[in-house]
């Protein structure tokens, strides 16, 4: 029976709202445990860890990209304490496929230890070695795998299914142990004519189904979404219409990871007498590798660097650049507000935004169409037309997965919560009786065919600032985002260790507000009052002091303007 | 031909990338002028302001939510700099509705002159006294009108229309002058099976235009969205459906102020034997006003206070709340974190989200679900559900609209660039050739019958933080978001007005890292010999010395941790 919205939903004990979870009882032999390091929860920083009589195996390593309540932070990693003190132990780290999500966060875990082997079809490993030289990492262990490929690292044998998804070469794998085999889907949907030829490989599937599938660990994110995803090919009569009427320059912003929709502009511009150009270093990064490699078929001549292509006619002219979530300093987005350095929108020019619009990146999409709509641009968009499908599988396809592989027990990963719960809905639905909902942290056994969840360790989020890992945290956050609301105002005042009272100050800096120096004169002299005070009464550390700053300026703020603004009092004796 | 994403727009010099307006001329006699305030390039702070031979008349007065870039920031108004020296011209506002961005800057406006007419349906006006009396204002000048009133306001000759909305009790309006008609929509829709039977009234907007309508300003808001908006009656079968297979507690949230939903639930509550509480200050108080003036028909005993409809048996509770939106500080956010003092939501419980998404809350909305979803309640939203439409006409009814008025001009109102934009390309869809696309600020003269740009004034956000209007402006943001992103390092030190040396510090304060008062230790000695040289260069005065601090320390720490923090020298004489 299809999930709805309405049905309420038996609940038990295996459900996610045990929020007393302690710490896991130690590993049994013969036990296959899982811990989620990353991506249940949250759709980001994907990193799941496989273990198994103290040898480890960790499948995908990605970033989760901050939200405006995350100031200054430029990724988000999945935590890595728990396996801190077993970094020796893990045989090797399995990318599923090329995605920041899954490969963005390798780099900070090489870091830790160079010599981890990491394993992956040809596309993915070539999209992590840019990362890897930017971090200037010693050349890898590396191991190129392709569907079908199987292959041991110690006790864990692995086994590579092809699966469809927006990126080409992506992987599920097979995780074979004495306690049961685990099969990990990896980012998956099953178009039935993708672009590539290259269809999810239910076959094996079902192969592996029949032998037994003990944990199979699926992705969540269109858990939700009922009916099936729908085909790549769908979009062509779309790209095929914005081409045939547009009569003037073309631009289109996809991922820079999306290389069947770049194959699809490539092909509709070949057709209409146009010509191509990358704009965003990432998009002419990847383009130049996914043509090496293959997975990009790039028609004669149509293909030119960006600066030539805005210099011919606009009717000849198609640029493809990066920039399709609105990011502030994406090409895109300088395109939007009229300061990219060569490309400069003229009314009349049709621009194509051939993308998702991931969850949280509304306002900034918005900003961006808003300013292209003003510059007098044509702005077509999968609000206005079938520009884009979603790289996951719906609900339709989820069911189909798992009446056909019927594994012992599921667990959820990939999503925030209303999507694993959605999707342990849809394996409760087909008759799978047990399914794990557990979220990062949460430790997993899989014990003689039966998965539960045994503990949790401690787990956070592990913060990315300019150059530095960790040097930010939660508090580090609070004191930013009190800071952004109400500014700071820093008072300093001057004692003099001989004399023992005020001999300057108070000197008082604000931001964050029109505040005036004179606007802090009534609160000069009791400032000043108020340390001697304190000194009279005997203190003689400074503490004691700024102390008083803190209150008589405080109260003073809170009652006059109603603010709380951060408050930095120094004495200084001098 | 309905509008495509296709089509290339024949653009004109009347659309709006000209971006280099000039003050506008004087106003001259016969001439009717319209200045969008706010409401032209936002959605939120609608304000439009008329002027006839130096009389002024202001259609509503709205606010703007704050995004997350404008921190600290609690509500936005229009800029009310174009009018302040014509206060005493101020015939009259009128309102033509009851929602916040319609009616919220009112009161700031009143702060400024305290006796303006104010002109506004029954349930308008009910709903802006409390606003008033928490601005502590007197008692103002009321004109309480329904549709079929006309009344004059010196110059201007006003004819209420009835139109429907998702706040009852909406009116468009007319505005005769010598120099032409204008006619306001307001936000409407045209939903012809309202659930309280007034519908739009069409035949008066079909009245007026055989007068002849000379510039029609028309909601934009959904202009982008072809076809018809759904009718309200199609959400009743969802919410029945709910009510009918949810075994335990039903929560609803929705806007404080859609009493038509919320006559929707106490009905199927009624129905369902089960008793309603309101949750949330602005839900009981906005009910209450709408029960005391007849918008609302309470069944007999359905409404109870929340806290005793807490205590009944789960099957029999129907709380309705406030924070569809997934505000931090409302109660559905509390509910959702588990920090509500009486609501504890238990698994099994049904929550309904029976509003809109308003664009730009898709991040809070989603933590709200899954924190909901976490608890173990069963969500059901738009998103799963029919169990919201919105509140403004659609394409199709833009079309229908704008045929029977056949307007001379049409200025669309209501909506982003990109809104305004959709909706001009429907009115010259139909035929009407003189479409003027303005944004706030934006100077529009109608003189014989023809509408057109003549210039610019100058306006900009005006924001209000805590209890003061304007003292936070877009420079104190910019200061506000280097804080939040990057922290700031206040550095002291003493100079000795005698000796002219360094005599204490360098005092080094740092918010928003994990710094620690020995990772500046390298630092020291340098910040203090760079001032000590600065002083034997010659300088007397802390600026330069002041300078020198920032220098050393700003270069260091862009070195170090590649971040730029805010820092703050100070240097004092003592």
Chains 1, 2 share one sequence.
């Not at 998009?283 to 805005?310: C, F, H, Q, S």
């Not at 493809?320 to 300088?334: K, N």
């Not at 087909?430 to 942290?441: C, K, M, R, S, Y």
Request: charged residues 20%; negative net charge; contains cysteine.
């Amino acid at each position: 029976m299809p999930p709805s919205g309405w049905a309420s939903r038996r609940l038990d004990s295996s459900d996610m709202h045990l929020t007393n979870l302690l710490p896991p009882p130690d590993l049994e032999s013969g036990t296959l445990r899982v811990i989620p390091l990353g991506g249940l929860g949250e759709v980001g920083r994907n990193m799941t860890v496989f273990e198994y009589e103290g040898r480890v195996l960790v499948v995908d390593c990605g970033v989760l990209f901050p939200e405006e309540q995350q100031p200054g932070v430029d990724l988000i990693l999945p935590d890595f304490g728990p396996i801190r003190d077993k970094l020796d132990a893990i045989e090797a780290v399995v990318l599923t496929h090329g995605h920041e999500d899954h490969i963005g966060a390798l780099p900070y875990l090489l870091r830790e230890r160079n010599d981890i082997p990491i394993v992956g079809s040809r596309l993915t490993l070539a999209l992590v070695d840019p990362k890897l030289r930017e971090h200037r990492l010693r050349e890898p262990v590396h191991h190129v795998v392709r569907e079908g490929d199987r292959m041991s690292f110690g006790p864990f044998d692995l086994e590579f299914v092809a699966v469809n998804h927006s990126i080409p070469d992506a992987l599920a794998v097979a995780i074979r142990t004495p306690a049961g085999m685990a099969l990990v889907t990896g980012d998956f949907k099953m178009d039935q004519l993708p672009l590539d030829g290259r269809i999810t490989d239910l076959r094996a599937f079902a192969r592996l189904g029949e032998e037994g599938v003990d944990l199979f660990l699926t992705d969540s994110t269109n858990a939700e979404v009922p009916g099936f995803t729908t085909s790549e090919r769908n979009i062509t009569p779309a790209i095929e219409q914005v081409f045939r009427t547009s009569e003037q320059r073309i631009i289109v912003a996809c991922f820079a990871s999306h290389m069947h929709r770049v194959q699809q502009i490539l092909d509709a511009a070949a057709k209409h007498g146009r010509k191509v150009g990358y704009v965003g270093r990432s998009m002419v990064r990847n383009m130049a590798i996914a043509a090496d490699l293959g997975y990009l078929t790039v028609p004669d001549g149509v293909v030119r660097d960006a600066k030539e292509i805005a210099e011919l006619p606009p009717s000849k002219q198609v640029l493809l650049s990066t920039g399709s979530q609105g990011e502030p300093m994406s090409a895109l987005s300088r395109i939007a507000n009229g300061t990219h350095n060569f490309v400069h929108l003229a009314p009349g020019d049709t621009v194509l935004l051939a993308s998702s619009l991931i969850p949280g990146n509304e306002n900034s999409v918005s900003r961006v169409i808003n300013g292209l709509t003003r510059l007098g641009a044509n702005v077509v968009h999968k609000g206005n037309a079938l520009v884009h499908v979603s790289g996951h599988a719906s609900a339709g396809e989820l069911l189909y997965t798992y009446n056909i592989v019927r594994p012992k027990n599921v667990m959820p990963v990939h999503g925030e919560v209303r999507h694993l719960v959605a999707n342990a809905d849809l394996a409760r639905a087909v008759g799978i009786e047990n399914v794990v909902l557990a979220e990062d942290g949460y430790v997993v056994d899989l014990r003689d065919g039966v998965a539960s969840i045994v503990g949790k360790v401690d787990v956070g989020l592990v913060f990315v600032d300019g150059n530095t890992v960790g040097d930010v945290t939660e508090i580090e956050l609070k004191d930013r985002l009190i800071l952004a609301e109400e500014g700071f105002i820093s008072v300093i005042v001057v004692v003099d260790s001989v004399s023992g009272k005020v001999s300057a100050g108070p000197e008082i800096h604000a931001r964050g507000h029109v505040w005036e120096d004179s606007d802090f004169d009534p609160i000069r002299q009791p400032i000043i009052d108020a340390v001697n005070a304190v000194i009279a009464e005997g203190a003689t550390d400074t503490y004691a002091m700024q102390q008083a700053v803190r209150r008589t300026i405080g109260r003073w703020v809170g009652t006059k303007m109603r603010r709380r603004p951060m408050i930095i009092p120094v004495v200084i004796e001098a």
